[in-house]
């Protein structure tokens, strides 16, 4: 019976002790530091870098954010605030080891690492990134087994519970050896959502000719959707990832296609092999961000006359010459991603994860209309709001506003007068003048 007593008095103290400790280890309200998994019909996810202030950021439509392993943890525990504070979840990612020896002790102190991280993080997801581990080429199915004994190992040792839902990064179409597609499947009964990389369209690259082309092609992200679904991939499972940013290509060759009717000339670039094999030299192609695209080419990001729109692909790219060498800038303008938006809207998809925020947000660059544009009409309010007006639109729509101005101000100056005169000459009554109109009757020929 003492023990008892004593237990019960003891542990209001070891309830404080561990407050105090919680309190302690958050970086921020402690009311924030703790597993909160909205919910949400929609995604607008942002992947953050860690490159720019992320306070900045417009956080109103925002229902998740993903740090990236470039992230440090104080870096990440901030942002894991500003997320539960703006009521948005918070993940980050993890790369998933190619090893597939599930007895291997690298594995699980690999396992260990990140079950600790999610707890000091107080993370509301972890993003799995399996774009190494399923491979973007061709493999044989003795990969499938292997695969799927690791996935089963690393979902029954760490995330069996609610507190452990997992985001699964994976490539924009299934990972289909031989024709046998159960990866997608069983990762389906685990994962909370896919988000399809937009690396993945470019890392194991078909492109034996080694020509320029865009970053996120509308017809391969319209292919690999409809591959998933086909495999049956719930579309309510699917955020597909749109870059922020494109690749600068160094042409050693560039061609141009005439184009009939005014309309301008296309141009192929084709950039180098590696030492006159038949692989592509990747060197010639630099990432490059919205933010850096807008602050060194701002005519050609902002006019429609400047930049070239490939209808097969749905994106934007620039022709420009630096030392002079010829450059061809393939990136998600305005109308690329517009075109994205509305096919993940059409498809009644998860939603779509932006990546990366920090691509955009730079010091010295004017980024709101692109946050807004992007964020706050596609889901929210279920249209998108162009901010781009030609002069044709803009008086149009001023045209419009003064017709509707003046018809209101119409309406109520003669309803001002109207009470006026009335006040003046009284009230009468209702139909006091029926007994001097003429009689009439609806089969009247002549009304």
């Given amino acids: ?9 003891v542990i209001p103290y070891i309830c404080v002790a561990l407050a105090d400790y919680a309190v302690k280890q958050c970086p921020c ?3 924030y530091c703790r597993v909160h998994k909205y919910s949400f019909n929609q995604e607008v996810a942002i992947v953050a870098e860690g490159k720019t202030d992320h306070t900045k950021w417009l956080w109103h439509d925002i229902t998740t954010v993903i740090a990236t392993e470039t992230v440090s943890e104080s870096k990440a525990q901030k942002l894991m605030c500003t997320a539960h504070q703006n009521h948005a979840n918070f993940a980050f990612t993890e790369k998933v080891p190619t090893n597939t020896n599930t007895s291997d002790p690298a594995l699980l102190s690999w396992l260990d690492k990140v079950i600790k991280k999610r707890d000091r993080l107080y993370a ?4 799995l990134d399996l774009l190494e581990l399923l491979g973007q080429c061709q493999a044989d199915n003795t990969h499938v087994t292997e695969v799927l004994e690791l996935l089963k190992f690393i979902v029954t040792k760490s995330f069996t519970t609610q507190n452990a839902e997992l985001l699964c990064i994976v490539p924009y179409k299934p990972p289909c050896y031989n024709g046998d597609c159960s990866l997608s499947k069983y990762m389906a009964e685990h994962c909370a ?7 993945s369209f470019i890392t194991c690259d078909t492109n034996t000719n080694c020509i320029a082309k865009a970053t996120m092609p509308m017809t391969s992200v319209v292919f690999g959707v409809e591959l998933y679904i086909d495999h049956g991939i719930s579309p309510d499972k699917l955020i ?24 301008k000339d296309e141009m192929t670039c084709k950039f180098a092999k590696e030492n006159g094999s038949e692989v592509c030299d ?3 192609r630099k990432k490059i961000s919205l933010a850096e695209i807008k602050a060194s080419y701002p005519e050609q990001y902002k006019s429609a006359k400047s930049h070239h729109f ?3 692909y749905r994106s934007d790219y620039i022709n420009v010459m630096k030392n002079g060498q010829q450059h061809q800038i393939w990136y998600e303008g305005h109308d690329s991603l517009l075109d994205k938006y509305m096919f993940i809207r059409s498809l009644q998809l998860k939603g779509m994860v932006i990546w990366t925020g920090d691509d955009l947000s730079a010091k010295g660059i004017e980024d709101d209309v692109e946050w807004n544009w992007i964020l706050h009409g596609l889901f929210s309010k279920g249209e998108i709001q162009e901010h781009d007006l030609n002069m ?11 017709f509707v101005l003046g018809s209101l101000l119409g309406f109520a100056f003669g309803c001002a007068l109207m009470r006026r005169r009335m006040n003046r000459r009284g009230l009468r009554l209702p139909f006091h003048k029926d007994e001097e109109e003429t009689d009439f009757h609806d089969d009247d020929n002549t009304l």
């Fill in 29 to 31: 309200d402690p009311m």
């Fill in 193 to 199: 959502a896919f988000i399809t990389s937009p690396e």
């Fill in 124 to 127: 509301d997801y972890v993003a």
């Fill in 310 to 312: 490939q209808k097969i």
């Fill in 1 to 9: 019976m003492r023990v008892s007593s004593l237990m019960f008095s």
């Fill in 240 to 263: 597909i990832g749109i870059p922020w940013h494109g690749f600068d290509y160094t042409c050693v060759n560039i061609t141009k296609n005439k184009k009939a009717g005014g309309r």
């Fill in 282 to 284: 990747l060197s010639h």
């Fill in 392 to 402: 044709a639109g803009t008086v149009a729509g001023v045209s419009v506003a003064c």
